[in-house]
């Protein structure tokens, strides 16, 4: 069994352990002793060593996951050379990774927050076979991933299915309350909300987004009324800036 070292354990930390759990043997590290070892616990951790630190890490030989903020990167000092660093940190290159731990291979990975119920989304970049394979076996285990061909498409994928949830969010609670807005109880809004979620989810698998909308938009009827007042507010372009947005942001942390 092999052994993969986290250091981070935060939400993305949570989700990648719990997915790896009982397949890889785990080590968690991090600056707060305590925070790991309640980290271990809570999640029920099985094969988890630990070890903190506030200043230097080991990294000899590691399949190493960083899981921490980008504007972490720099706290720690990275000792020898680690086998694979998996890079989920938003905007951060491996240009950048390289100035500051050296690593035998460089991958980068954008998971999203859906990993949490096994069901995200990892976008991989890496130039590397053997690394792709171990890429698979480790992100696998959090939903599915996408492989693409080059780095600065991370930046690109991640601002839609990394930053995703955090809009389709928006969305959902405007619908929610739009309505108790109309008369409607939370409770039913958000029930009527989840279920038309997890119905366009499947939806989407057969059918496209295109012709979801015309199904549901019949000539005259209630629905075209709702769409000329999104289209009147210029949704689709909000949500084009809002990825370019993030996009460029991305590319500032790089
Ligand atoms: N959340 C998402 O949807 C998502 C999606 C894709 C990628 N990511 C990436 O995943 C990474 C972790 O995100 P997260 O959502 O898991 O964040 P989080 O829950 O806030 O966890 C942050 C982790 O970073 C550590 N950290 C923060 N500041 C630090 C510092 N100054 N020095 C050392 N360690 C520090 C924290 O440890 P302490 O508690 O000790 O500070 C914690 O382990 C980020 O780089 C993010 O870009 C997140």
């Known amino acids: 069994m092999q052994t993969i070292s986290i250091i981070g354990y935060g939400k993305m930390a949570k989700a990648i352990a719990c997915g790896l759990n009982g397949k890889f043997r785990l080590e968690i590290i991090g600056r707060d002793k ?4 309640d980290f271990i616990q809570t999640n029920s951790l099985l094969n988890t060593t630990s070890f903190h630190s506030q200043k230097t890490i080991d990294i000899k030989d590691k399949i190493l996951i960083l899981a921490i903020k980008p504007y972490a990167l720099e706290y720690f000092k990275y000792e020898n050379q680690s086998r694979v660093v998996f890079n989920i940190m938003a905007g951060v290159s491996i240009s950048r990774l390289q100035n500051v731990l050296s690593s035998k291979s460089y991958c980068r990975v954008m998971p999203n927050v859906a990993s949490l119920v096994g069901s995200g989304l990892s976008v991989i970049y890496s130039d590397d076979m053997e690394v792709k394979r171990l890429a698979s076996d480790i992100f696998d285990t959090l939903g599915s991933s996408i492989f693409v061909d080059k780095e600065e498409q991370i ?3 991640g601002a ?3 930053c995703g949830p955090a809009y389709l969010g928006l969305v959902a609670e405007a619908l929610i309350d739009a309505g108790v807005r109309e008369g409607l109880s939370l409770d039913i809004s958000t029930k009527l909300v989840n279920g038309l979620f997890d119905g366009f989810s499947k939806l989407l698998q057969v059918k496209t987004p295109n012709e979801i909308r015309l199904d549901t938009t019949s000539p005259g009827g209630t629905t ?8 009147n507010s ?18 500032s942390l790089s």
Not at 224 to 231: N, R
């Open 34 to 37: 305590e925070k790991i070892e």
């Open 160 to 162: 839609i299915s990394g």
């Open 224 to 231: 075209i009324d709702g769409i000329v007042e999104l289209e």
């Open 234 to 251: 210029a949704t689709r372009a909000a949500f084009i800036n809002a990825v370019c947005a993030a996009h460029k942001k991305a590319k």
């Open 155 to 157: 930046n690109s994928a």
